[in-house]
């Protein structure tokens, strides 16, 4: 049996979870997905010497320009998330621009909403294993899609719903930030469009995205009951434990890289490069998702190879 694992930390900052090889021998379809691996003090001490592993509020400064900042978001609406620590919210008030992943305005959420389904025939039942399509049918109720449209979502849609927990009537942090600025009278800018946040999930072979979505539907609720865990990661500005959470064993590595470079690191290296011109105005206040951040391939370290001065604030 091929032990599968979700990316719960994956479903929180990149909005997806990846899990690896599927193997049937019952008619159950998830009976042989194994839970989560566990961490070991080995991934926690590998974590530990990632560059920049602690901290979400960073200077950026260069000479010449006025310093500015990035914080590393995380897109929940968790309460302890969405209220800014003091640091955040001062360094945000003076500010003069606030940069954000993709602009959240109503063009935006059209475009992804109708990038989400099908529309040459082909009906998501028809990708699945018997079984699978019915527990998706289940989970999903309270994603906010009509029961009738869930046929037609293409399978990086449904991971990507799956893959966080059910949305309530509260704002996430991206959107709590969006106000302030609105609020403020501070323009808004993005370092990529929803256009390109969609192809690089869209990319994605579509055989990938069948398995991690069959791998998000079996272990849905232990992506639930690990989202706790993941928000004290973050309150805790814990860089090193999201990443430890994030790299654990895989049982496919070569479906984890592939989605690690098209959704992460690829991105990485655009935003990093766009936000350049941001960065020499200065004064402007950047939150992009917290694992965009560490490591030697996370923004920070790609800025400091630019010239960039990066000095943790917070």
Not at 207 to 227: R, Y
Not at 252 to 266: A, G, I, K
Request: aromatic share 8%; glycine share 6%.
């Amino acid at each position: 049996m091929r032990q599968l694992r979700t990316l719960a930390a994956l479903a929180f900052w990149l909005q997806v979870s990846v899990g690896g090889g599927l193997c049937y021998a019952s008619d159950d379809p998830c009976a042989q997905i194994g839970p989560p691996l566990a961490l070991s003090e080995s991934d926690k001490a590998k974590a530990r010497s990632v560059a920049y592993s602690q901290g979400l509020l960073w200077k950026i400064e260069r000479d010449g320009s006025p310093p500015s900042h990035i914080f590393g978001t995380m897109h929940s609406q968790d309460r302890l998330v969405t209220l800014l620590p003091p640091p955040v919210r001062l360094t945000f008030a003076q500010s003069n621009s606030l940069v954000t992943e993709v602009v959240l305005d109503e063009a935006a959420n059209q475009t992804f909403n109708e990038s989400m389904y099908f529309t040459d025939g082909t009906i998501l039942p028809s990708l699945l294993q018997n079984g699978v399509y019915e527990r998706l049918s289940t989970e999903i109720a309270g994603y906010g899609v009509p029961p009738e449209d869930v046929e037609r979502l293409k399978p990086w849609a449904a991971f990507t719903l799956l893959g966080r927990p059910r949305p309530v009537r509260a704002p996430t942090q991206d959107l709590v930030l969006l106000q302030m600025a609105l609020t403020q009278h501070m323009p808004v800018y993005g370092l990529e469009t929803m256009d390109e946040l969609v192809a690089a999930l869209q990319g994605l072979a579509l055989e990938d995205q069948i398995t991690i979505l069959i791998d998000t539907i079996c272990n849905h609720d232990i992506i639930l009951k690990q989202t706790w865990d993941l928000v004290q990661l973050y309150v805790a500005r814990d860089l090193a434990g999201m990443v430890a959470f994030n790299e654990r064993p895989h049982s496919d590595e070569e479906l984890f890289q592939r989605f690690m470079q098209r959704v992460l690191y690829d991105r990485n290296n655009r935003m990093a490069a766009r936000m350049e011109n941001y960065l020499m105005q200065g004064d402007a206040f950047i939150a992009v998702g917290a694992m965009h951040l560490p490591g030697e391939k996370g923004i920070l370290h790609l800025l400091q190879e630019k010239g960039y001065r990066v000095t943790p604030v917070f």
